[in-house]
C-alpha cells in the first residue's frame, strides 16, 4: 500500500510517500523560516501563501522522489488540524482535489497524532503502551498512547508552549527566528544555574530527593508552585500532581532580569540566561513527563515535536530515564520537525480503523485528541 503524505500545519511544506507502514520511499520538505525570521515569528497570511506556491511541487518531488506516479497512490493522508487554518486549508483543499479528481481516498489527520507515531519511522519501535511528551511551538502535551489510533491526554499547556517560549525568549534576547536552535547553541556556553528562574509546577504539593525542599510560592486559585533552579531537582511524587504546563510565567521571569540587568547596567550574559532558561523548561518537561509514567505505570517514555530535538532536552530525560530504569525512544530530529511521513503514517492507522474522509470535511485548529 502507497500512502502520499501531506503537511501544512504551519509554516513546513511537506510532502512524503510511505510503503505500508516501514518503508519510507522520500520525504521532503520546504521551509520557510528565512521568510519569517525578520518578523520574529510565524506571519499566518505569508505562511497560507507561501505554502500555495510551493505545495503542488513539492508533492511532485515527493512522488518522483519515490519513483511513482499520482496513479500508483493508494491512499492521501493530509493534515486536517490543529494549526494554522489558513496554511491547513492549503494542504488540505490540495488533498481533497487531488482524491476527488483522481478517485483516491483520503484520510484526515490530527497534527499531534503524527508526532505521536513519528517515532514508528525509525527501526528501534516502542511498544504500547507508552507515555509520549509531544513538545513543540504550538503545542506541550503528555499523552498515554495504547495503541496506533488509541491516545489519552494527561497534561497540556495553559498558556505559552514550550517552542513558543524559546522562541520568545530569543527574539527578547535578539536572537533570530526560530529561537529555539539558537537559545540551544547559546546555553552551551553557559552556566544552567547562573540564573534561578522559576519553574512552574501547577501543584498543591511537591516531595524533593535531597536533604532540603525549596521555597515553594503559590495561590489558592492558581495552584502555582515556583521552585528555584539552584534547588534541589523535585521529585514529584504526589499523585494528584497535575500534568499540564505553564511556561509564561518564565518568559516573564526572563524579561524582568533583563529589565533588571539593564536598570542597573550590567551586561546581559546571554549564554548563562539562555542556559538557565533552557534548564527551567527542561526540568519540569523532563519531571512530569516521568511523573504521568509512575502514574500509569507504564515502562515506556516516547518524545516527539520540535522541542524534542533539543540535545539537553534529550540528555536530561535519557539520563533520567536510566535513574528510573524507563526506556526511551526519540525520533531523529528530522521526524522530529513537522514532515509529511509520520503523516502518511498516521494516516495508513487511521484508514484502517475508519472510512475514508469526506469532501464536506473541514479543517479545525485546535486537537481532537
Same mark, same amino acid.
Given at each position: ?25 522520500s520525504?521532503? %520538505?520546504?521551509?520557510? #523560516? ?9 506571519? @499566518? !497570511? ?69 508526532? %505521536? ?5 525509525? !527501526?528501534?519501535?516502542? !511498544?504500547?503502551?507508552?507515555?509520549? %511528551? ?16 488509541? +491516545? ?7 498558556d ?20 529555539g @536552535? ?14 534561578? +528562574? ?7 504539593? %511537591? ?23 539552584? #534547588?534541589?531537582?523535585p521529585?514529584?511524587?504526589?499523585? #494528584? !500532581?497535575?500534568?499540564?504546563?505553564? +511556561? ?9 532580569h ?28 523532563v ?18 515535536g ?28 528530522? +521526524? ?34
Amino acid at each position: 500500500m502507497l500512502t502520499l503524505g501531506i503537511e501544512t500545519s504551519c509554516d513546513d511544506t511537506a510532502a512524503a510517500v510511505l510503503k505500508d507502514n516501514d518503508i519510507l520511499l522520500s520525504s521532503v %520538505l520546504s521551509s520557510q #523560516d528565512q521568510i519569517h525570521t525578520r518578523f520574529g515569528g510565524v506571519v @499566518p !497570511e505569508l505562511a497560507s501563501r507561501k505554502h500555495l506556491e510551493a505545495i503542488a511541487p513539492i508533492v511532485q518531488e515527493a512522488l518522483d522522489r519515490a519513483g511513482v506516479t499520482l496513479k500508483e497512490i493508494d491512499l492521501i493522508a493530509v493534515t486536517q488540524g490543529p494549526g494554522l487554518i489558513g496554511s491547513l486549508l492549503v494542504g488540505f483543499c490540495y488533498a481533497k482535489a487531488i482524491s476527488y479528481v483522481t478517485r483516491i481516498p483520503f484520510v484526515g489527520v490530527d497534527h499531534m497524532a503524527g508526532h %505521536l507515531l513519528a517515532v514508528f519511522l525509525e !527501526e528501534d519501535k516502542p !511498544e504500547f503502551p507508552y507515555i509520549a %511528551l509531544i513538545v513543540s511551538g504550538g503545542t506541550s502535551s503528555i499523552y498515554l498512547a495504547q495503541s496506533h489510533t488509541s +491516545f489519552s491526554l494527561l497534561g497540556r499547556t495553559r498558556d505559552d508552549a514550550a517552542g513558543e517560549a524559546f522562541d520568545k525568549v530569543a527574539k527578547l534576547l535578539g536572537l533570530p527566528y526560530p529561537g529555539g @536552535p539558537h537559545v540551544s547553541a547559546e546555553a552551551k556556553a553557559g552556566n544552567g544555574a547562573a540564573v534561578k +528562574f522559576p519553574r512552574a509546577w501547577l501543584g498543591r504539593s %511537591l516531595s524533593f530527593h535531597g536533604g532540603h525542599a525549596p521555597s515553594i510560592h503559590g495561590t489558592r486559585d492558581t495552584g502555582l508552585s515556583l521552585a528555584s533552579a539552584g #534547588d534541589t531537582l523535585p521529585s514529584m511524587a504526589v499523585e #494528584d !500532581e497535575s500534568l499540564d504546563f505553564s +511556561f509564561s510565567g518564565l518568559k516573564t521571569a526572563v524579561l524582568n532580569h533583563c529589565n533588571q540587568s539593564r536598570q542597573k547596567d550590567i551586561p546581559l550574559q546571554i549564554p548563562d540566561i539562555c542556559a538557565s532558561f533552557q534548564e527551567a523548561i527542561v526540568d519540569v518537561l523532563v519531571e512530569k513527563t516521568l511523573h504521568a509514567a509512575r502514574q500509569h505505570n507504564i515502562q515506556t517514555i516516547v518524545l516527539g515535536g520540535g522541542v524534542s530535538a533539543n540535545p539537553r532536552l534529550r540528555e536530561s530525560m535519557l539520563d533520567r530515564c536510566r535513574q528510573e530504569n524507563k526506556a526511551l525512544f526519540v525520533p531523529r530530529p528530522s +521526524f522530529c520537525t513537522d514532515n509529511g511521513a509520520m503523516i502518511a503514517l498516521a494516516g495508513f492507522y487511521y484508514a484502517r480503523k475508519s472510512a475514508p474522509g469526506s469532501y464536506d470535511q473541514d479543517v479545525y485548529s485546535r486537537s481532537q485528541i
